[in-house]
């Protein structure tokens, strides 16, 4: 069964200071990898997405990991703003005959304090 | 700037009550889906369409179904709504396959009491 873990379930930090999110998954076959953020009441915005290939990507102070052999992500987030305070999820697609299929993990709530 | 609406962002409805929540996507997509969306479950596949007046079952269907009678609109309907379809309701669009990627609306948040 294709699932997708992520830790911590929720994170609180000083404003200005540093964070990684984690992710692993259990999905196959691989397609690619997609964190996003959800701001309170609002619907999933697209931060990064990374395929098999790939192991970096960046998107302003958001810096994603992916390691395909142990199947890990890890979502960075340097400099903190208390904007960034959201949740934050995984997603990881599996390529099937008719596309793509979608496995989302359950967030992080990240809080973000001054 | 390309969008996914949802027609309400909030919305109270009373048990067994029928209830339509309508998304409109202005990106020419083929493929679009319904989520639900509970603390600690993540999103959960209700209904997908890969084609006007096509639909598919997700992985939880019961007590809803859909319609795609253009291309660009997929309604999601609770023929009796009940308390535990109290939830965020994300609808989301795709290209064929999604390999670009979803874009999610902005979400109805739906209390039924």
């Known amino acids: 069964k294709n699932q997708v873990e992520q830790s911590p379930q929720s994170l609180i930090i000083l404003e200005g200071k540093n964070c990684t999110l984690q992710c692993n998954y259990t999905v196959s076959p691989f397609s690619n990898l997609r964190w996003y953020k959800q701001d309170t009441g609002r619907g999933p915005v697209s931060l990064t997405i990374?395929?098999?290939?790939?192991n970096t990507k960046s998107n302003g102070r958001y810096t994603a990991t992916l390691d395909a052999d142990t199947k890990q992500s890890s979502l960075h987030i340097t400099a903190s703003q208390l904007s960034d305070s959201a949740s934050y999820i995984c997603v990881v697609s599996a390529r099937t005959g008719g596309g793509n299929k979608l496995t989302f993990g359950t967030g992080t709530q990240l809080k973000v304090e001054l | 700037d390309v969008k996914v609406t949802q027609s309400s962002r909030y919305l109270v409805k009373r048990t067994g009550e029928k209830v339509f929540l309508e998304c409109v996507q202005d990106m020419d997509h083929e493929n679009m889906f319904w989520y639900r969306q509970d603390p600690g479950l993540g999103l959960r596949l209700i209904y997908f369409s890969y084609d006007v007046k096509m639909k598919e079952k997700g992985d939880i269907p019961e007590g809803y179904s859909v319609s795609r009678e253009k291309k660009e609109r997929f309604s999601l309907i609770l023929e009796s709504a009940s308390t535990n379809q109290t939830s965020m309701y994300l609808c989301a669009s795709s290209t064929t396959g999604g390999y670009d990627g979803y874009t999610f609306g902005s979400g109805t948040r739906l209390t039924v009491v």
């Open positions: 990374m395929t098999f290939s790939e």
